[in-house]
């Protein structure tokens, strides 16, 4: 069966990118304009608004993201349909993963100044833990989503791929966000909901323009063998 999208390229890659953006700022929003900031919440298995924040965003960009790959398949299928549960227990899954980790592991072991002591001076500590933290979830919501992506598109090389676009994504997004951490945060409300925003929409744009790069390089294949076999 063909591709709704004869000759994929820059149209889906855009696509992927405002679905991304849309669904990370979208959940976000409500709470960033009454000063709440979910992302920053603690990482704990008790702790209701981190878990509810992760699992809110996490279905609202599958939701996003379900739509292009409907539109990519000309059709929403059961297997479409199936990003949205599959995405979001992902992230629900790599969450508490990170949270039962923090509440396991001694302080003395993961303390970031007791860490930062024992390395040389100017070491990117921030950027790696952030980073480490990315991968972890890259990991698992990289390769359930692959797995649902190479029967999506018929192409088992997409596991590998998505989870190393997810992992280079996620390196990226880390990097970055532990960059921003170290300049203070200074000015009024508006300049506070202004910055995390800004944050968010960073993130968002980053994952999305690597995964959907990689989405593009599938589809464009799947196109490919379409046209060979209908040759």
């Not at 833990?129 to 979830?137: E, N, R």
């Not at 590998?160 to 000015?187: K, S, Y």
Request: contains cysteine.
């Amino acid at each position: 069966m063909a591709y709704s999208i004869r000759r994929p390229g820059l149209a889906l890659w855009g696509a992927w990118l405002v679905a991304g953006v849309a669904g990370s700022l979208l959940p976000v929003l409500p709470a960033a304009f009454n000063l709440r900031f979910p992302i920053v919440a603690g990482l704990s298995p008790d702790h209701a608004s981190g878990l509810s924040s992760a699992l809110v965003g996490a279905t609202c960009l599958a939701l996003f993201q379900t739509i292009v790959l409907g539109a990519l398949k000309a059709r929403f299928s059961a297997s479409v349909l199936m990003w949205i549960p599959v995405s979001t227990g992902a992230t629900v899954v790599a969450y508490l993963a990170i949270a039962l980790w923090q509440v396991t592991v001694p302080r003395t072991v993961i303390s970031v100044s007791a860490i930062g002591a024992s390395l040389p001076p100017g070491f990117p500590l921030l950027q790696v833990i952030f980073a480490l933290f990315g991968i972890a979830v890259a990991v698992v919501v990289g390769l359930a989503q692959g797995m649902l992506l190479a029967r999506v598109l018929r192409r088992r090389s997409a596991v590998g791929l998505w989870l190393g676009a997810n992992l280079v994504g996620a390196v990226l997004v880390g990097i970055v966000f532990g960059i921003r951490l170290m300049e203070p945060v200074t000015g009024s409300d508006a300049d506070r909901t202004a910055i995390f925003l800004s944050n968010t929409l960073i993130d968002a744009v980053l994952y999305a323009a690597v995964t959907g790069a990689a989405l593009v390089a599938f589809a464009r294949r799947g196109t490919e063998v379409s046209a060979r076999d209908q040759a």
